[in-house]
Each structure stands twice: as structure tokens, then as C-alpha cells.
T-cell receptor, first 113, second 109 residues
Framework: EAQVTQNPRYLITVTGKKLTVTCSQNMNHEYMSWYRQDPGLGLRQIYYSMNVEVTDKGDVPEGYKVSRKEKRNFPLILESPSPNQTSLYFC????????????FGPGTRLTVT | QKEVEQNSGPLSVPEGAIASLNCTYS??????FFWYRQYSGKSPELIMFIYSNGDKEDGRFTAQLNKASQYVSLLIRDSQPSDSATYLC?????????FGKGTSLLVTP
């Protein structure tokens, strides 16, 4: 089954404790991205990757890091999480780049206390 | 500007009625639009894609694009309670996707 998977799906952590949210797709897509979704603010792009070893900032990159060492994986790293990073996070991928249909993962609900 | 404006709702329609969801945008350079549906706590899923002026129909859904008026709409015919969700209007700027904040639709039995 073609899909984007994320782990964990739910995470409660404390301020400053480094964490990684994994994202993997099995569709051989070159383009992958991370979004966060907050009430009243909609979906905002954090980082994106056009291909292996090629990443760039989205609209809200502060406090996040990413890496793209393999085509299928695009982990999101929070090195020192803060409460304002409490959000619902979505990973997405696309076969045709940033401006075409995005396939979204199931989401990761992160709470930072 | 990147703004894609949607009324947050909720828009309430009775079962079987036509639901009309609207979206306006400020950049005349916008190339195409997507409509995504998002159930509460779930990920967005694509419903429609439209890039030319006029109407595009797919089953119970019709997307309308008017580039002169900078207006996009989604009509849902014969609305069902299962259509109750948030509908996201998404603009393709040519180099990125800009998401509207969404309109909440409630279809009442």
C-alpha cells in the first residue's frame, strides 16, 4: 500500500529534551516536506526537501532541523523543544514537487510541557 | 502576498442540500488550486484540483475558478453527514503551496 508513515503518532515531552519524529514514504517520491498545524493558523510549512541531501527552509523553520540521507526518509528533529512547538505535525510527499498533489502522513501530535 | 482567505465557519447545511465553500486570494499570479478535505485529527486528503477558469466536476463535487475575480469555490451536491469536515483551499503560487485556514462544514441529518 502506497503511504506516508510517521512515528510516533503521539508524544508528550518536556522542555529541552531532544526528540526526533520520523517520516517515511514508499512511493519513491523525490519531494518531501514537514508542516505544522495550529488552531486558527492553518497548515504552515517547516522544511522541505527536493531530493536526497537537498533541504530548505519553509515558512516556520526556527527550532527545527531536518536531514535527507535516503530518498524514503525525512526525519524532523527538535533539538531543544519548547512549549510553543506543541502542535500537530504532518509529513507529506509528492512525485512532482512542491506545487502538485501532496500525500500526507497520519500526523504526530506533540505536546511539550 | 500569499493570503488565501476562507470563512472559518462553521457552515451548516441539511442533509441532501448543496454546500457552497468559498475562497478568495490576493495574488493574480496564482496558477492553480487544490481543495483538500480534513476530518478532525486526521490528515488532509485531496478532493479536487483546478487550474483553468470555469467549472470542474467530479462526482458530487464541483470546483469553480474565476481568475478575474480571484475567487475559487467548491460545491458539494447532495451533502451527506460524512461530508462534515474542514475544507482547505490551497493555492499553487508556482513555487510553493499556500494553505487557507479552512472552512468547517457541518451536514445535519
Amino acid at each position: 500500500e502506497a503511504q506516508v508513515t510517521q512515528n510516533p503518532r503521539y508524544l508528550i515531552t518536556v522542555t529541552g529534551k531532544k526528540l526526533t519524529v520520523t517520516c517515511s514514504q514508499n512511493m519513491n517520491h523525490e519531494y518531501m516536506s514537514w508542516y505544522r498545524q495550529d488552531p486558527g493558523l492553518g497548515l504552515r510549512q517547516i522544511y522541505y526537501s527536493m531530493n536526497v541531501e537537498v533541504t530548505d527552509k519553509g515558512d516556520v523553520p526556527e527550532g527545527y532541523k531536518v536531514s535527507r540521507k535516503e530518498k524514503r526518509n525525512f526525519p524532523l528533529i527538535l533539538e531543544s523543544p519548547s512549549p510553543n512547538q506543541t502542535s500537530l505535525y504532518f509529513c507529506a510527499s509528492s512525485s512532482r514537487g512542491a506545487t502538485y498533489e501532496q500525500y500526507f502522513g497520519p500526523g504526530t501530535r506533540l505536546t511539550v510541557t | 502576498q500569499k493570503e488565501v482567505e476562507q470563512n472559518s465557519g462553521p457552515l451548516s447545511v441539511p442533509e441532501g442540500a448543496i454546500a457552497s465553500l468559498n475562497c478568495t486570494y490576493s495574488d493574480r499570479g496564482s496558477q492553480s488550486f487544490f481543495w483538500y478535505r480534513q476530518y478532525s485529527g486526521k490528515s488532509p486528503e485531496l478532493i479536487m484540483f483546478i487550474y483553468s477558469n470555469g467549472d470542474k466536476e467530479d462526482g458530487r463535487f464541483t470546483a469553480q475558478l474565476n481568475k478575474a475575480s480571484q475567487y475559487v469555490s467548491l460545491l458539494i451536491r447532495d451533502s451527506q453527514p460524512s461530508d462534515s469536515a474542514t475544507y482547505l483551499c490551497v493555492r499553487n503560487s508556482g513555487y510553493a503551496l499556500n494553505f487557507g485556514k479552512g472552512t468547517s462544514l457541518l451536514v445535519t441529518p
